[in-house]
């Protein structure tokens, strides 16, 4: 960032192709529509570019990003006072499907399917605190002081949010077959 700010275009170039993904899904499933996801996505790097020239170090650029996606997400939900929710499959078209690089059975393919289903269910049944807590944490690769900055909350809330998603979605998870 600190490149781009000093006027480096390849050094934004850079930083869209590693957050836009993360970034994407972060607000994919906290608003759960995809037309306001992409335009949040939007929104969020025209503010980043707009932020350019005052950009300064105060933590990693990841955290920084992710606190853009989160205040245009508050603004969002002050805008707009209802959420819209979107299919499993719809979402899982969105993200896409990720190759690990073996072929699996059939059954044992249709099972794992099914069982990335139930976790994104679970993931949206989370309260919005907690989602976003878990989201920032898997697809912003934060810690929980960064989630803590990134939210505007102590560390304290910050891990007590992820702890109670991480043990819904465990017990969400636990014996489902």
């Not at 607000?27 to 949040?40: P, S, T, V």
């Not at 997400?73 to 959420?83: A, F, I, P, S, T």
């Not at 719809?90 to 690990?100: F, T």
């Not at 976790?119 to 976003?132: D, F």
């Amino acid at each position: 960032m600190l490149l781009y700010r000093d006027g480096d275009a390849g050094a934004f170039d850079a930083l869209y192709a590693r957050h836009k993904g993360g970034v994407y899904r972060y607000l994919l499933r906290q608003c759960r529509d995809a037309a306001a996801a992409e335009e949040l996505f939007q929104d969020v790097w025209m503010n980043l570019i707009r932020a350019r020239s005052t950009y300064t170090v105060q933590a990693r650029f990841a955290t920084y990003l992710y606190r853009l996606a989160h205040n245009r997400l508050v603004d969002h939900y002050r805008k707009n006072h209802h959420v819209v929710l979107v299919s499993v499959e719809d979402e899982e078209a969105a993200v896409g499907d990720v190759p690990d690089g073996r072929m699996a059975p059939a059954e044992e393919a249709l099972d794992a399917r099914r069982q990335g289903a139930r976790l994104l269910e679970l993931i949206a049944g989370l309260p919005e605190a907690q989602r976003e807590a878990f989201l920032l944490q898997q697809e912003g690769g934060m810690s929980v002081e960064e989630i803590a900055h990134a939210t505007g909350v102590t560390r304290e809330t910050a891990k007590s949010r992820l702890r109670y998603a991480m043990s819904k979605l465990r017990e969400g998870l636990r014996g489902w077959r």
